[in-house]
C-alpha cells in the first residue's frame, strides 16, 4: 500500500493543483504491483498453493494426543472360568477398572502410545494396584524412503516451486503488458503532439493561400487543396486524441485507477537488449524461461511417481513391541514385554505394479519429448522476434531519412514557389509528403519498441 500511495503522489498533487499528473515507467509499474488486480490474483493463488503444501507438510507430521477416561468392570459367568486368561490387574475382572490417562504419538510410520490405570480398585482378597502400558510401531519400509506420505510432500514441494515459478513468469508477462501499455500510451503522446504540430502547419499554409487567393495569385484549386489539408490534418488530431484516451483507460485499468484519471507518463529510454547476438539472445531465454524450468520439475514429480510403483513390488518391513506393568501398592511389581517384526511381500497382483511403473516411465518419456519441443518452439520465437527487431530497426532508420528528405524537400519547393518556379500544388503536396513522413517516422519508433519487448518478453525477461 506504500509503494502504491508513493506512486499515485504525483496524480494527487497535481489533481490538487489542476495541473495534469506525469507518471514515469517504474512508478506505472508499481502502482500496477501494488494496487492493480492482476497481480492481487496471482499473489492468492500463490498463497493457496503454499497453505496447501502446508497441509501436505503437516499429514507427514507426528501428532500428539492425548485421552482420560474410567472404566468400570464386573466379572460375571462361572467364577471357574474367569481366571482362565485373566490379565495381572485382577483374578476376578478381565479387564483393569478405575481412572486412565493415556499418551498417543503418531505418525505415517510410527506410533508410540502410553496407557495408564494410576488406581485400580481392588477386588476382594486384593490391594490397590496401578497398571502401565507402552506399546509401538515403527515402518521401515513400504516402497518409498519415507512412505507414500513422504512422497506426497515431495511433490507438493515441486507443485508449490512450480507455483512459485509460473506466478514469478506470470508477474513478468504482467510488467511485460504494463510496459506495452506504457510505450503505447507514450507513442500516442508524442503521435498528438506531432498531429497538433502539423495541424498548425497545415493552418498556416491555409492562412497563406487564402491570402494568397484574395491577391488571385492562388487558383481556387489551390485553396481547395489547402482546406483540406487542413481537415485532414484536423481529423489526424481527433484521431490521435482518441488513441491516446483509450491507451491512457488501459494503462489505468493496470494501474488499478479510475478510467477517468487524467494523466500523463514521462518520456522513457527505449527499451534496450541485454545481448548483442541471436545467439546469446536464445542462450538466455533456454536459461530463463520459466516453461522450461516447469517441465524440469514435471520430470521430477513423474519420477516420484515411478519410484513409488516400483515400491509396490518390494517387501514392507516392520518391527512392533510393547511392556505393560503392573504395581501392586504394596511395592510388588510385575510386567510382561514383547519385541516382533514383519514382512509383507506381495506375491499376485495381476500385474498392476507393472502397469503403474510403466505408466509412469512412458510420462516421463512424453515430457521429456514435449520439453525438446518447447526447446525447439522457443529457438524459433526468439529467432523471429530478434529478425523482427533488427526490421523494425532499419525501417526506423528508413522512416528517419524519409523524414528529413521529405522536410528538406518542403523547404526547397516552399523556396521556389516563392520565386516562382514551383506552384502552389506542388508546395502543397510537399507539406502533405512531409507530414506523412513525419507520422511514419513517429510510427516507425513505436514498432521498434513493442518489437523489443516481445523479443525481451520471448527471452523471459
Same mark, same amino acid.
Given at each position: 500500500?506504500?509503494?502504491?500511495?508513493? +506512486?499515485?503522489?504525483?496524480?494527487?498533487?497535481?489533481?490538487?493543483?489542476?495541473?495534469?499528473?506525469?507518471?514515469?515507467?517504474?512508478?506505472?509499474?508499481?502502482?500496477?504491483?501494488?494496487?492493480?488486480?492482476?497481480?492481487?490474483?496471482?499473489?492468492?493463488?500463490?498463497?493457496?498453493?503454499?497453505?496447501?503444501?502446508?497441509?501436505?507438510? /503437516?499429514?507427514?507430521?507426528?501428532?500428539?494426543?492425548?485421552?482420560?477416561?474410567?472404566?468400570?468392570?464386573?466379572?460375571?459367568?462361572?467364577?471357574?472360568?474367569?481366571?482362565?486368561?485373566?490379565?495381572?490387574?485382577? +483374578?476376578?475382572?478381565?479387564?483393569?477398572?478405575g481412572g486412565t490417562?493415556?499418551?498417543?504419538?503418531?505418525?505415517?510410520?510410527?506410533?508410540?502410545?502410553?496407557s495408564a490405570y494410576? *488406581?485400580?480398585?481392588?477386588?476382594?482378597?486384593?490391594?490397590?494396584?496401578?497398571?502401565?502400558?507402552?506399546?509401538?510401531?515403527?515402518?521401515?519400509?513400504?516402497?518409498?524412503?519415507?512412505?507414500?506420505?513422504?512422497?506426497?510432500?515431495?511433490?507438493?514441494?515441486?507443485?508449490? /516451486?512450480?507455483?512459485?515459478?509460473?506466478?514469478?513468469?506470470?508477474?513478468?508477462?504482467?510488467?511485460?503488458?504494463?510496459?506495452?501499455?506504457?510505450?503505447?500510451?507514450?507513442?500516442?503522446?508524442?503521435?498528438?503532439?506531432?498531429?497538433?504540430?502539423?495541424?498548425?502547419?497545415?493552418?498556416?499554409?491555409?492562412?497563406?493561400?487564402?491570402?494568397?487567393?484574395?491577391?488571385?495569385?492562388?487558383?481556387?484549386?489551390?485553396?481547395?487543396?489547402?482546406?483540406?489539408?487542413?481537415?485532414?490534418?484536423?481529423?489526424?488530431?481527433?484521431? +490521435?486524441?482518441?488513441?491516446?484516451?483509450?491507451?491512457?483507460?488501459?494503462?489505468?485499468?493496470?494501474?488499478?485507477?479510475?478510467?477517468?484519471?487524467?494523466?500523463?507518463?514521462?518520456?522513457? #529510454?527505449?527499451?534496450?537488449?541485454?545481448?548483442?547476438?541471436? #545467439? #546469446?539472445?536464445?542462450?538466455?531465454?533456454?536459461?530463463?524461461?520459466?516453461?522450461?524450468?516447469?517441465?524440469?520439475?514435471?520430470?521430477?514429480s513423474s519420477a516420484?511417481?515411478?519410484?513409488?510403483?516400483?515400491?509396490?513390488?518390494?517387501?514392507?518391513?516392520?518391527?512392533?513391541?510393547?511392556?505393560?506393568?503392573?504395581?501392586? *501398592?504394596?511395592?510388588?511389581?510385575?510386567?510382561?514385554?514383547?519385541?516382533?517384526?514383519?514382512?509383507?511381500?506381495?506375491?499376485?497382483? +495381476?500385474?498392476?505394479?507393472?502397469?503403474?511403473?510403466?505408466?509412469?516411465?512412458?510420462?516421463?518419456?512424453?515430457?521429456?519429448?514435449?520439453?525438446?519441443?518447447?526447446?525447439?518452439?522457443?529457438?524459433?520465437?526468439?529467432?523471429?522476434?530478434?529478425?523482427?527487431?533488427?526490421?523494425?530497426?532499419?525501417?526506423?532508420?528508413?522512416?528517419?531519412?524519409?523524414?528529413?528528405?521529405?522536410?528538406?524537400?518542403?523547404?526547397?519547393?516552399?523556396?521556389?514557389?516563392?520565386?516562382?518556379?514551383? /506552384?502552389?500544388?506542388?508546395?502543397?503536396?510537399?507539406?502533405?509528403?512531409?507530414?506523412?513522413?513525419?507520422?511514419?517516422?513517429?510510427?516507425?519508433?513505436?514498432?521498434?519498441?513493442?518489437?523489443?519487448?516481445?523479443?525481451?518478453?520471448?527471452?523471459?525477461?
Amino acid at each position: 500500500m506504500i509503494v502504491m500511495m508513493a +506512486a499515485l503522489i504525483p496524480l494527487m498533487a497535481a489533481g490538487a493543483q489542476g495541473a495534469v499528473p506525469t507518471l514515469s515507467l517504474s512508478q506505472a509499474i508499481d502502482a500496477a504491483l501494488a494496487n492493480g488486480d492482476d497481480n492481487k490474483v496471482l499473489q492468492d493463488n500463490l498463497d493457496v498453493a503454499r497453505a496447501q503444501h502446508a497441509l501436505n507438510v /503437516s499429514k507427514d507430521s507426528l501428532t500428539l494426543a492425548g485421552s482420560a477416561g474410567y472404566t468400570y468392570a464386573t466379572p460375571f459367568g462361572t467364577t471357574s472360568l474367569l481366571g482362565l486368561g485373566l490379565p495381572i490387574a485382577s +483374578a476376578a475382572s478381565p479387564s483393569p477398572q478405575g481412572g486412565t490417562a493415556g499418551l498417543a504419538l503418531s505418525g505415517p510410520l510410527t506410533t508410540v502410545a502410553v496407557s495408564a490405570y494410576p *488406581w485400580i480398585p481392588p477386588s476382594a482378597g486384593a490391594d490397590n494396584t496401578s497398571s502401565l502400558g507402552i506399546t509401538a510401531s515403527q515402518t521401515l519400509w513400504n516402497g518409498y524412503p519415507g512412505g507414500p506420505t513422504q512422497a506426497t510432500v515431495d511433490k507438493s514441494l515441486l507443485t508449490l /516451486s512450480g507455483k512459485e515459478i509460473a506466478t514469478d513468469a506470470s508477474r513478468l508477462t504482467l510488467i511485460y503488458s504494463i510496459k506495452q501499455a506504457y510505450y503505447t500510451m507514450l507513442s500516442a503522446q508524442r503521435t498528438l503532439d506531432l498531429n497538433k504540430q502539423i495541424l498548425d502547419k497545415q493552418n498556416a499554409v491555409l492562412k497563406q493561400l487564402q491570402q494568397i487567393y484574395a491577391l488571385k495569385l492562388a487558383s481556387l484549386v489551390d485553396l481547395k487543396s489547402a482546406e483540406l489539408n487542413a481537415q485532414v490534418a484536423q481529423v489526424g488530431v481527433d484521431s +490521435a486524441q482518441h488513441d491516446l484516451r483509450f491507451a491512457r483507460i488501459a494503462l489505468a485499468t493496470y494501474m488499478g485507477v479510475s478510467a477517468d484519471q487524467i494523466f500523463a507518463v514521462a518520456d522513457a #529510454e527505449d527499451p534496450s537488449i541485454p545481448v548483442s547476438t541471436v #545467439e #546469446e539472445a536464445v542462450a538466455q531465454g533456454l536459461s530463463r524461461r520459466a516453461d522450461l524450468k516447469q517441465f524440469a520439475l514435471s520430470v521430477r514429480s513423474s519420477a516420484i511417481d515411478l519410484a513409488l510403483a516400483k515400491g509396490q513390488g518390494t517387501p514392507t518391513i516392520s518391527l512392533n513391541g510393547g511392556v505393560n506393568f503392573l504395581l501392586d *501398592w504394596d511395592g510388588v511389581a510385575a510386567g510382561t514385554a514383547n519385541a516382533g517384526v514383519k514382512v509383507s511381500l506381495p506375491i499376485l497382483d +495381476a500385474g498392476g505394479v507393472q502397469s503403474q511403473v510403466t505408466a509412469a516411465q512412458k510420462q516421463i518419456d512424453a515430457s521429456t519429448v514435449q520439453e525438446t519441443q518447447l526447446r525447439k518452439g522457443i529457438i524459433t520465437t526468439i529467432q523471429n522476434d530478434w529478425d523482427n527487431v533488427q526490421l523494425a530497426k532499419e525501417r526506423l532508420t528508413l522512416a528517419q531519412l524519409t523524414a528529413d528528405t521529405n522536410e528538406l524537400q518542403l523547404k526547397i519547393v516552399t523556396a521556389q514557389r516563392d520565386n516562382g518556379t514551383a /506552384s502552389n500544388q506542388d508546395m502543397l503536396t510537399a507539406a502533405v509528403n512531409a507530414a506523412n513522413a513525419e507520422d511514419g517516422l513517429a510510427t516507425a519508433r513505436s514498432a521498434v519498441q513493442l518489437a523489443t519487448l516481445l523479443l525481451l518478453n520471448a527471452m523471459g525477461y
